[in-house]
């Protein structure tokens, strides 16, 4: 395999690690969400800034999130293009549940600015409700689907260690069960419980991204992919 090659796939390996490492800067919205997801926000005083900086941290994990899947295109179409072309969509599904989120609570932003009083508390707290299931849906089960393409092909190609594609195999029902458990109410959206069930999830693409940044692909796999999408003499010739 040529220098040339390698020094290509180590670019993609790293770039799909740096984007993975940067879904998780919205890791503070936990925290700056509190204010907006408060009752009386759209009458209360003090600034928005909290808000309008989680929205922009979503924003980022959104782009990052369809940049990983984009990153890993040219690699994963080698092991079964049908699935890193859907693990593409979903990536681009789960951004767009994203964008639509932070829309919800800028709006409530916007009530707040234009001083409707009383009279917004019923539209601040739809909104919420709104960002919350939307959230549930694109951020608690987009990810499982995301998962369950990525671990079966890294499982396949071997592109990484097995052990940690089966984090996300694993991890992926466990992340759908959780969300049914939300769905029908068994458990809440925000309680500890529902965050175990997100772990494995979490714990996959965190770890993942480290070994794309310092690791990178298993040379001898990204050899056999090459060989195998390598056309032969006798197809050449043809």
């Known amino acids: 395999m040529s220098n040339s090659i390698v020094s290509s796939h180590r ?21 700056l969400y ?11 005083p003090g600034p928005d800034t909290a ?6 941290l979503e ?9 990983t899947a984009v990153a890993l295109w040219s690699v994963l179409k080698k092991q079964n293009e049908s699935l890193a072309l859907g693990l593409v969509a979903s990536r681009t599904l789960e951004a767009a549940t994203i964008f639509v989120g932070v829309a919800f609570l800028l709006s409530i932003v916007t009530l707040r600015k234009a001083g409707v009083g009383s009279g917004g508390l019923v539209t601040s707290h739809a909104l919420v409700a709104l960002y919350n299931r939307i959230f549930l849906l694109g ?13 079966f092909m890294l499982y396949q190609s071997r592109l990484v260690p097995r052990a940690l594609s089966r984090i996300g195999l694993i991890g992926s029902p466990v992340l759908i069960i959780g969300f049914l458990l939300v769905l029908f109410g ?19 693409e965190f770890v993942l991204g480290v070994w794309l940044v310092v690791k990178g692909f298993n040379p001898e796999a990204v050899a056999a992919l090459e060989s195998k999408n390598r056309p032969s003499l006798t197809t050449a010739q043809g």
């Open 11 to 31: 670019r993609v390996s790293l770039t799909a690690g740096i984007l993975y490492l940067l879904t998780f800067v919205s890791l503070p919205t936990l925290v």
């Open 51 to 56: 808000v309008i900086v989680g929205g922009l």
């Open 139 to 151: 951020q608690s089960f987009m990810p499982a689907i995301d998962d369950a393409l990525l671990g």
């Open 34 to 44: 509190n204010s907006v997801k408060g009752a009386n926000y759209v009458v209360g």
């Open 186 to 204: 068994a458990i809440g959206q925000r309680s500890s419980l529902a965050g175990l069930f997100a772990l494995p999830v979490a714990f996959f």
């Open 59 to 67: 924003i980022i994990v959104a782009l990052a999130g369809i940049g």
